[in-house]
């Protein structure tokens, strides 16, 4: 059955979103050209609009939510981003997976940001709200998800399209209200509990650069250039958390959950966000600067201005399609290019005509600014911040280079910089010292009155201790590039500057201390981002000097390791051995031994071959019916270091066909002073016919042993069964159950072959040990002899082919970011209230 | 001259240094002939190539040999004018891999074969279905 009327209702609250946001926008104009209480009556009823618009999209998360959550699968978003087996958590994040769910988000953290605004601000609220509404009328667009009649123009992708109308399968002539039994599913890489709250803090981010923005436009608009900054400085600083923390978040969602080794892979998509948040960060600091001296206030417009044009280019540019071949990470194309354009045209032309129009009138201080002034030093800052942006900006627009020469009949072959790692980095690590160097010495200038000799008196100590202790971080841990010594040098000195400046603000006013602990923050990122990047080692290298490929020359040095199962091999100091797979029950999570358990029908349910336990508790007695996450398979790696410890890692594979095979996961052991970060890069694939050896029997008696593929063997015990699963057994049928104990390199397997005679014909039920690779099968009974003839076929060893990496002082990194966020807390506290008090005095 | 001048040529000065330095380590996309002539001529710079994984009728991909030990594997890929070349990557095959309706790879010719550093892969049905089975 089709339920249409839920899809019609999230359709008519699109079109409301879309028809509310247009009112609330015309509204908040007028009422923002008409004086004092004129205004007011244009006021209430923009005031009414926004609010309808607000519910309107609060409806439009309902329906679709409502859609994923009860697996209408007539509906395309359903169908193609869930799935029936998906737990509730993740059908959260299905809601984001696709193009149109991710606009939806960004929408619903508009409209809840402009019902704060509306419920907060008392001046500002009607210029401030038409740049909102006007936003939300693009945004509403991309959703709408309508063909405009005449012009055969699809204006927007609706999430509320029927599987039917999406897709032009044969089926849907025949059956055209056949409804699929289940979806798709989630990209299995999505399901990570990161990937829950990274999206949406991300969008929150990106919400939050239109406040400052809209601000912005109002001051110059209403002529009110000054005052703008003082309510749009918190906004800007949240944004700065937010979007900081969004990007970070990706980076460890990518270090835990991708194999590509990092947390950062300067993929255009990355570089996308970081971008923005550079400008953003800039933008903070000219603002700053004016709310103490009344300077740099173009330059803060002009990056106000930057930050939200930056975030609508790389809106464009991940959501068009244009990024193609170069990302590996961007939505695909849903037509909506031409509908972007003009969404990045009309701001950028507005604001930037605006600017233009207003630009005699701003007023300028006339004195220059000493080199021994604070204003100078942090606009140098951002100078270098923007500079840093720029960089990274202009080779992620290669693509769009290619687009532009092809519009003009050029056709252009120029493609990224092959080696996007080293080619950032080359500039990015001198962008980094020049803002380690600055937001240490510019914190002295901030907190005191400077000239030549106070300068001098001030960064005497912490120039001596920066020294010493990178002198100790150098010989320690052996640093020997010298672009290396001098980032850390830099990062070192920016920690100790600030932590000096922290310990005299704390004790004096704490609530001024955001920008100590913010900097101190970045001083350690910087030195965590470069000891586990610059000093990542490979440590799974191939050591056995066997040549890998006859074809490859000698400077390739393999960096992966094959292991069989139970055979020990030494890595950089570690033993490793390969344990066999493992399967995790849903509830307890434990990791099973696939040896352990036997499939049933259904995927996710199998039954325990024994007692299961973990440590030492049996969790899942013999016979009990588990529930497992059927497409993960882990790993066991078991790591025994020299001096006798041993750890077990569990690297996952998930098999899934729908995505085309295998996806690997890394497991972590992690470490105050490093990570060790390994994943599997080959496994023998679940799903490619294995190549059996041709069958050997044997004929014995309980209790001999006989040697299978050089594994001693006997036959333990023989019963006969009364029932089979699956299987009617009648009086006159028999079954015996053969168990089989194989004695492994250090552990004891056992195989259970049925024989049977049903119906006066044999059938013979076989049994396979996985890790070993042999099967099992009783051929023959000799109740004369009392002996069994038992087949048995083997196939190569189970393997698993993995890479390790070292990574050092990562922790430094995560730790630096959370000081960051603290420190960017204390700062909008601070900010926050200041705006309350000039609006309890009536000024905002 | 005043500060706030010396600080707008420095930042102009930067600028076109970042745009000059980009544009020269900026790779390119090229066929496998054109690639191969840049490494006869010396120039050992990566490049991209597109192009796509031979297969059979049946629709099977031709051409995939792993090494041994699965550490690393060669493949057979076609270029934009339909040039077939032997690839070897010195990594374990990727996931996805075969799944790929576009391969780029990054690398340069050793000799008559071309070593490739990465594989980007284009796997449009990744998250867009394109038709649906009456069996599910």
């Known amino acids: ?844 | 001259m005043k500060a706030s001048h010396i600080i707008g040529i420095v930042v102009i000065a930067v600028a076109i240094g970042i745009i000059i330095v980009t544009a020269g380590d900026a790779s390119s996309y090229v066929t496998f002939d054109q690639a191969k002539e840049m490494a006869d001529n010396g120039n050992n710079n990566s490049i991209h190539v597109v192009g796509e994984l031979p297969k059979t009728g049946s629709g099977d991909i031709t051409g995939i040999e792993p090494s041994i030990d699965k550490l690393s594997f060669s493949f057979v890929m076609v270029d934009e004018n339909k040039k077939e070349q032997r690839v070897f990557y010195n990594e374990p095959m990727p996931t996805d891999f075969k799944r790929s309706e576009k391969v780029v790879v990054i690398g340069s010719y050793k000799e008559d074969l071309f070593v490739a550093d990465k594989i980007l892969m284009k796997c449009p049905s990744k998250y867009q279905e394109k038709t649906v089975n009456a069996g599910i």
């Not at chain 1, 990056?303 to 071949?325: A, D, Q």
């Not at chain 1, 056995?544 to 390791?561: C, R």
């Not at chain 1, 508790?617 to 790993?635: H, L, Q």
């Open chain 1, 1 to 844: 059955m089709i339920h249409s009327f839920i899809g019609d209702l999230g359709h008519l609250f699109v079109i409301i979103t879309l028809v509310t946001a247009v009112f609330a926008a015309f509204c908040y104009f007028i009422a923002s050209k008409k004086d004092g209480l004129q205004a007011n009556p244009w006021k209430i009823n923009g005031r009414f609009f926004f609010t309808l618009h607000a519910i309107a999209v609060t409806g439009i998360v309902f329906c679709l939510f409502y859609i994923i959550y009860n697996h209408y699968f007539e509906y395309h978003y359903a169908w193609s981003h869930s799935s029936r087996q998906l737990p509730t958590h993740y059908m959260i994040s299905c809601f984001w997976e696709g193009q149109e769910g991710s606009f939806l988000l960004w929408i619903f953290w508009h409209a809840l940001l402009g019902i704060i605004i509306i419920l907060t601000n008392k001046f500002w609220e009607s210029s401030v709200m038409t740049v909102f509404s006007l936003v939300q009328i693009f945004l509403a667009s991309m959703i709408l998800g309508i063909v405009i009649p005449g012009l055969d123009i699809k204006l927007g992708s609706s999430p509320f399209i029927l599987l039917r109308d999406a897709i032009d399968a044969p089926i849907f002539s025949s059956q055209p209200d056949f409804v699929p039994e289940d979806g798709t599913g989630l990209n299995p890489l999505l399901q990570n509990y990161w990937m829950v709250i990274h999206p949406p803090t991300l969008f929150l981010g990106f919400a939050l650069c239109t406040v400052p923005f809209a601000y912005c436009i109002g001051g110059l608009w209403k002529k009110r250039y000054r005052d703008w900054i003082r309510p749009a400085l918190p906004w800007a600083l949240v944004g700065g958390a937010i979007l900081g923390l969004g990007i970070l978040m990706g980076g460890y969602w990518a270090y835990e959950t991708l194999n590509f080794g990092g947390y950062w892979n300067w993929d255009p998509v990355e570089n996308a966000v970081y971008v923005p948040w550079l400008f953003l960060v800039a933008a903070i600091h000219t603002m700053i600067t004016f709310r103490s001296s009344e300077t740099a206030l173009k330059a803060s417009i002009i990056l106000v201005i930057t930050t939200f044009i930056l975030i609508l280019y790389s809106t464009f540019l991940t959501r068009s399609g244009v990024l193609g071949e170069s990302s590996v990470h961007s939505f695909t194309d849903l037509g909506l290019s031409g509908q972007l354009l003009i969404y990045l045209l009309f701001f950028t032309l507005g604001a930037i005509i605006l600017s233009a129009v207003r630009w005699n009138e701003l007023p300028t201080t006339e004195k220059e600014a000493s080199t021994y002034s604070r204003e100078f030093w942090i606009f140098i800052g951002a100078v270098v911040l923007c500079l840093m942006g720029f960089q990274v900006l202009i080779p992620t627009s290669i693509p769009v280079y290619n687009k532009i020469l092809e519009l003009f009949g050029v056709v252009s072959n120029l493609a990224p910089p092959a080696d996007q790692v080293g080619f950032y980095t080359k500039f990015q690590l001198w962008f980094s010292v020049l803002v380690a160097l600055l937001s240490g010495t510019g914190q002295f200038f901030w907190w005191k009155k400077m000239d030549k000799e106070a300068l001098k008196n001030s960064l005497t100590i912490p120039v001596v201790i920066t020294l010493i202790l990178t002198m100790v971080i150098i010989l320690i841990k052996d640093v020997a590039e010298p672009s290396y010594i001098v980032l850390l040098l830099a990062s070192v000195y920016t920690v100790v500057a600030n932590g000096k400046i922290f310990i005299d603000v704390i004790r004096k006013s704490p609530g001024l201390s955001g920008g100590a602990i913010t900097h101190i923050g970045v001083g350690l990122m910087l030195i965590g981002i470069m000891f586990s990047s610059g000093y990542s080692k490979v440590v799974s290298l191939n050591t056995t000097g066997m040549l890998i490929s006859k074809e490859s020359s000698n400077e390739f040095n393999s960096e992966n390791l094959l292991l069989f199962v139970n055979e020990p091999k030494e890595m950089a100091g570690y033993q490793l051995k390969y344990k066999g797979e493992r399967v995790e029950s849903t509830s307890p999570s434990v990791f099973i031994n696939k040896n352990d358990i036997e499939k049933t029908a259904t995927d996710y349910l199998v039954t325990a071959k024994k007692d299961i336990e973990d440590d030492g508790e049996v969790v899942f007695s013999k016979g009990d019916t588990i529930k497992i996450s059927a497409e993960n398979t882990y790993y066991a790696i078991e790591y025994t270091d020299q001096s006798g410890n041993s750890f077990d890692l569990y690297p996952r594979a998930q098999v899934n066909e729908s995505m085309g095979g295998l996806l690997a996961s890394p497991d972590i052991k992690r470490g105050l002073s490093k990570d060790l970060y390994t994943h599997v890069s080959s496994i023998r694939s679940p799903n490619e016919k294995v190549e059996w050896s041709d069958l050997e029997e044997f004929k014995v008696s309980p209790g001999n042993n006989f040697f299978v593929n050089d594994y001693v063997s006997h036959i333990d015990r023989v019963e006969r069964l009364d029932h089979i699963e699956g299987i009617d057994l009648a009086a006159d049928d028999v079954a015996v159950k053969v168990s089989i104990t194989v004695e492994g390199e250090d552990k004891e397997y056992l195989a259970q072959p049925i024989f049977l005679i049903k119906d006066g014909m044999v059938g013979r039920i076989a049994d396979e040990i996985n890790d070993l690779g042999i099967k099992f099968t009783a051929l023959n009974i000799h109740p004369d002899e009392n002996a069994f003839t038992i087949g048995a076929n083997t196939r190569q060893k189970d393997w698993v082919v993995l890479k390790a990496m070292e990574k050092p002082f990562i922790n430094v990194l995560w730790g630096g970011t959370l000081l960051l966020i603290i420190g960017f807390g204390v700062a909008i506290n601070r900010r926050y209230k200041e705006f309350k008090k000039m609006r309890e005095k009536g000024m905002e």
